[in-house]
């Protein structure tokens, strides 16, 4: 999407980079973080209540990942599972550290970051890649800096929702409760998918390709196709290059190239659940976010609401943004309206009850006691 540096202009007021990690999930979550070049975070894995932020810096070209444990049960000082033996986490475990020294173990969603790649650009992503465990939001910070303030919100904060149960209703609309929704609002309100319902959201991994398929039979009857069977609410899912490792699911060998490695049923699955997520190697032109250098961002695990579509409808603000650097004023009056009046035509013909089990965007956060995601 890159064609060009963008004219850069780091005129910030703070010396800091600041990255957040929030769990707005039903239950705790255990963030790890990896990097890949430049200063990381002090802590690297940390323990997340429901509602609970962790605040920490990184340098201005850090490159790393980010991405959410579930399940875990560390010993006293967090160097092994509770057992001492195996896995810590149920999924996205890191040796079973509890400060993560290694990336997480597969199937895992991850929000990947090169701050600053030296050519003006942040570059970053939600990578499901590697598999899909919990759904998350990418938030930008923008630092008091005049060159990103000027960014339509709308079209820098990606969301994928791919979880049963935490799915806001067809036609959502989060902002008569939530103002400052992943810090956009009513002007440039986020344009969320309205295609995926309650049975698509909780089948839309492959069979084979689920980390804990129900057992044979299910509700007593051996139904046909497999498919048929209830699946549980909390169910990560492996992509195909996790899961098999072949080279025409993981695009290597003779399949190195856009040409030759073609997206799985898994990966289409993914972009009609997240569509602004990262499905396999090759795609990139339709999920990677790429803006001036300079910002800090917050990761915030189970933001709520539904998935975004920033990078398919405003495709041609987006590539203008990752050439020029900015979206000129004709463009954002012009996305400002379209998104307003998507949003007025959503409200108008759906009429719902915001239920707080699928929204869970407040630090108070109200948790209904039968469903329980993660057990």
């Given at each position: 999407?890159?064609?060009?540096?963008?004219?850069?202009?780091?005129?910030?007021?703070?010396?800091?980079?600041?990255?957040?990690v929030?769990?707005?999930?039903?239950?705790?979550?255990?963030?790890?973080?990896?990097?890949?070049?430049?200063?990381?975070p002090?802590?690297?894995?940390?323990?997340?209540?429901?509602?609970e932020?962790?605040?920490?810096?990184?340098?201005?070209?850090?490159?790393?990942?980010?991405?959410?444990?579930?399940?875990?049960?560390f010993?006293?000082?967090?160097t092994?599972?509770?057992?001492?033996?195996?896995?810590?986490?149920?999924?996205?475990?890191?040796?079973?550290?509890?400060?993560?020294?290694?990336?997480?173990?597969?199937?895992?969603?991850?929000?990947?970051?090169?701050?600053?790649?030296?050519?003006?650009?942040?570059?970053?992503?939600?990578?499901?890649?590697?598999?899909?465990?919990?759904?998350?939001?990418?938030?930008?910070?923008?630092?008091?800096?005049?060159?990103?303030?000027?960014?339509?919100?709308?079209?820098?904060?990606?969301?994928?929702?791919?979880t049963?149960?935490?799915?806001?209703?067809?036609?959502?609309?989060?902002?008569?409760?939530?103002?400052?929704?992943?810090?956009?609002?009513?002007?440039y309100?986020?344009?969320?998918?309205?295609?995926v319902?309650?049975?698509?959201i909780?089948?839309?991994?492959?069979?084979?390709?689920?980390?804990t398929?129900?057992?044979?039979?299910?509700?007593?009857?051996?139904?046909?196709?497999?498919?048929?069977?209830?699946?549980?609410q909390?169910?990560?899912?492996?992509?195909?290059?996790?899961?098999?490792?072949?080279?025409?699911?993981?695009?290597?060998?003779?399949?190195?190239?856009?040409?030759?490695?073609?997206?799985?049923?898994?990966?289409?699955?993914?972009?009609?659940?997240?569509?602004d997520?990262?499905?396999?190697?090759?795609?990139?032109?339709?999920?990677?976010?790429?803006?001036?250098?300079?910002?800090?961002?917050?990761?915030?695990?189970?933001?709520g609401?539904?998935?975004?579509?920033?990078?398919?409808?405003?495709?041609?603000?987006?590539?203008?943004l990752?050439?020029?650097?900015?979206?000129?004023?004709?463009?954002?009056?012009?996305?400002k309206?379209?998104?307003?009046?998507?949003?007025?035509?959503?409200?108008?013909?759906?009429?719902?009850?915001?239920?707080?089990?699928?929204?869970?965007?407040?630090?108070?956060?109200?948790?209904?006691?039968?469903?329980?995601?993660?057990?």
């Amino acid at each position: 999407m890159a064609q060009k540096a963008p004219w850069k202009t780091n005129r910030r007021k703070l010396d800091i980079t600041p990255l957040l990690v929030t769990n707005h999930c039903p239950d705790n979550i255990w963030p790890g973080i990896s990097t890949q070049s430049g200063t990381g975070p002090g802590q690297n894995g940390f323990q997340l209540k429901p509602g609970e932020t962790k605040n920490q810096t990184v340098s201005e070209d850090w490159q790393g990942r980010v991405w959410g444990r579930t399940n875990c049960s560390f010993n006293h000082d967090g160097t092994a599972s509770a057992s001492g033996q195996g896995k810590a986490c149920l999924s996205g475990d890191c040796n079973g550290a509890l400060n993560c020294r290694v990336g997480g173990d597969v199937p895992v969603s991850l929000a990947e970051f090169t701050l600053d790649a030296g050519d003006g650009h942040t570059y970053y992503d939600i990578s499901l890649v590697d598999g899909y465990n919990v759904p998350m939001a990418i938030v930008l910070q923008p630092l008091e800096n005049i060159t990103l303030d000027d960014i339509p919100p709308n079209l820098t904060n990606p969301s994928c929702q791919g979880t049963d149960g935490l799915l806001a209703p067809q036609g959502y609309n989060p902002y008569p409760e939530y103002p400052d929704f992943l810090r956009t609002n009513t002007s440039y309100p986020l344009p969320f998918d309205q295609d995926v319902d309650e049975n698509k959201i909780s089948r839309w991994c492959p069979w084979d390709l689920q980390q804990t398929p129900p057992e044979k039979p299910g509700d007593g009857v051996y139904p046909y196709p497999d498919d048929n069977i209830q699946r549980p609410q909390f169910n990560p899912c492996y992509s195909a290059c996790a899961k098999n490792n072949q080279p025409q699911d993981c695009c290597t060998g003779k399949y190195n190239s856009p040409s030759a490695c073609k997206p799985s049923e898994y990966s289409k699955n993914v972009k009609s659940v997240c569509p602004d997520a990262y499905s396999f190697a090759f795609d990139d032109q339709t999920s990677t976010f790429i803006i001036p250098s300079g910002a800090g961002f917050e990761v915030v695990f189970c933001p709520g609401a539904r998935s975004t579509t920033i990078l398919s409808t405003s495709r041609a603000e987006m590539l203008q943004l990752s050439q020029q650097g900015k979206v000129d004023k004709q463009a954002t009056i012009g996305l400002k309206r379209a998104s307003a009046s998507k949003l007025r035509r959503n409200a108008a013909s759906t009429t719902f009850r915001l239920d707080r089990t699928l929204l869970t965007v407040t630090v108070v956060l109200t948790v209904v006691a039968s469903v329980h995601v993660f057990c």
